[in-house]
């Protein structure tokens, strides 16, 4: 009997792609109990799987042997109950990273050309002719423009490698921040150890941290007060990354320049979060991905891995 791999229909996944492996497919709906015929089943695709759910299914699923989630981060998957040590656990890292970067560039881009105040004003029905007209090019102490800019992108994985070449492309100075230094992909990158030195010089701070206890409110009071007055945070890794309470401050009483934040501590944002009224704020409600590109791609590489007996691609 061929073996069975279950794939979620909260995604259009094409299927073609993986035929010809002598492996059956079935789909499931991810709301919706998986039937007894298919609880055999080794192999388990996942995508916007909720939580309680899958703490149901995870010890239904007796045979399990892989999951493959379409994530990122598959916190979900974590937190279910499965079995790690029988279950080999897959992220979709490499998915999400173009449309995490273009968001990143989006956000940079409404911070530095205020696209968000001129639809405040729009909205009042006025004419925002402060930001109109004849303007001085890149004034030194504000953030207008990504030309010369100093960007530093904190946590250098894969959708900064994406991100940095459209930044240098619009004449950006980008560096690096992760746990190890070195040039990647012609960027400098450097240690946190260097982050009091770079915070200072920083025009866009850009923070695609994952979540984990190591980067729990890694950009601190401390480290925000590093910050020159124009600079701007833009958060599309983790909420927990950002000590929130800190920035609120910071943007209330004018010590940095704006926030863009694609990710929060609590989402949805409460209504009581400060964040919908702190100036100079924009507020994007996990966005940026959403959207795995071309998942079949990596389904297929690791069935092919899987039924190999070869160590499979992103295992968490």
Same mark, same amino acid.
């Given at each position: 009997?061929?073996?069975?791999? %279950?794939?979620?229909?909260?995604?259009?996944?094409?299927?073609?792609?993986?035929?010809?492996?002598?492996?059956?497919?079935?789909?499931?709906?991810? /709301?919706?109990?998986?039937? @007894?015929?298919?609880?055999?089943?080794?192999?388990?695709?996942?995508?916007?799987?909720?939580?309680?759910? %899958?703490?149901?299914?995870?010890?239904?699923?007796?045979?399990?042997?892989?999951?493959?989630?379409?994530?990122?981060?598959?916190?979900?998957?974590?937190?279910?109950?499965?079995?790690?040590?029988?279950?080999?656990?897959?992220?979709?890292?490499?998915? *999400?990273?173009?449309?995490?970067?273009?968001?990143?560039?989006?956000?940079?881009?409404?911070?530095?050309?205020?696209?968000?105040? #001129?639809?405040?004003?729009?909205?009042?029905?006025?004419?925002?002719? *402060?930001?109109?007209?004849?303007?001085?090019?890149?004034?030194?102490?504000?953030?207008?423009?990504?030309?010369?800019?100093?960007?530093?992108?904190?946590?250098?994985?894969?959708?900064? /490698? #994406?991100?940095?070449?459209?930044?240098?492309?619009?004449?950006?100075?980008?560096?690096?921040?992760?746990?190890?230094?070195?040039?990647?992909?012609?960027?400098?990158?450097?240690?946190?150890?260097?982050?009091?030195?770079?915070?200072?010089?920083?025009?866009?701070?850009? #923070?695609? %941290?994952?979540?984990? @206890?190591?980067?729990?409110?890694?950009?601190?009071?401390?480290?925000?007060?590093?910050?020159?007055?124009?600079?701007?945070?833009?958060?599309?890794?983790?909420?927990?990354?950002?000590?929130?309470?800190?920035?609120?401050?910071?943007?209330?009483?004018?010590?940095?320049?704006?926030?863009?934040?694609?990710?929060?501590?609590?989402?949805?944002?409460?209504?009581?979060?400060? &964040?919908? /009224?702190?100036?100079?704020?924009?507020?994007?409600? *996990?966005?940026?991905?959403?959207?795995?590109?071309?998942?079949?791609?990596?389904?297929?590489?690791?069935?092919?891995? &899987?039924?190999?007996?070869?160590? %499979?691609?992103?295992?968490?």
């Amino acid at each position: 009997m061929a073996r069975k791999l %279950l794939y979620p229909t909260s995604l259009a996944i094409d299927t073609s792609l993986l035929e010809g492996f002598g492996v059956s497919l079935h789909a499931y709906d991810v /709301k919706a109990p998986i039937p @007894d015929d298919l609880l055999d089943a080794e192999i388990l695709i996942t995508w916007t799987n909720p939580v309680p759910r %899958l703490k149901e299914e995870a010890p239904r699923l007796k045979n399990l042997r892989w999951i493959q989630s379409l994530a990122a981060g598959p916190n979900d998957v974590l937190s279910a109950g499965f079995d790690t040590s029988k279950i080999t656990v897959c992220t979709g890292s490499g998915l *999400h990273d173009h449309t995490v970067a273009e968001h990143t560039l989006g956000l940079l881009l409404n911070a530095a050309r205020r696209f968000f105040e #001129m639809r405040d004003y729009q909205l009042q029905g006025k004419w925002p002719g *402060h930001l109109g007209g004849p303007q001085p090019d890149r004034p030194k102490g504000k953030f207008t423009s990504l030309q010369d800019a100093n960007v530093v992108v904190w946590g250098f994985g894969n959708i900064a /490698k #994406m991100l940095t070449p459209w930044l240098t492309a619009l004449g950006a100075n980008v560096t690096g921040i992760a746990r190890s230094q070195g040039v990647r992909n012609g960027v400098e990158v450097y240690g946190e150890d260097k982050l009091q030195e770079l915070l200072p010089k920083t025009d866009a701070l850009v #923070m695609i %941290l994952p979540g984990s @206890d190591a980067t729990m409110h890694a950009l601190n009071a401390e480290r925000l007060k590093l910050l020159p007055k124009h600079a701007w945070v833009v958060n599309v890794g983790r909420g927990t990354s950002i000590d929130e309470s800190a920035l609120a401050d910071a943007l209330d009483a004018g010590a940095i320049g704006g926030a863009a934040l694609d990710v929060f501590e609590t989402e949805p944002l409460p209504e009581g979060s400060r &964040f919908w /009224k702190t100036p100079n704020t924009i507020v994007s409600p *996990h966005a940026a991905g959403g959207r795995p590109q071309n998942p079949e791609t990596l389904i297929a590489a690791n069935l092919r891995k &899987f039924l190999a007996g070869q160590e %499979l691609k992103n295992i968490i």
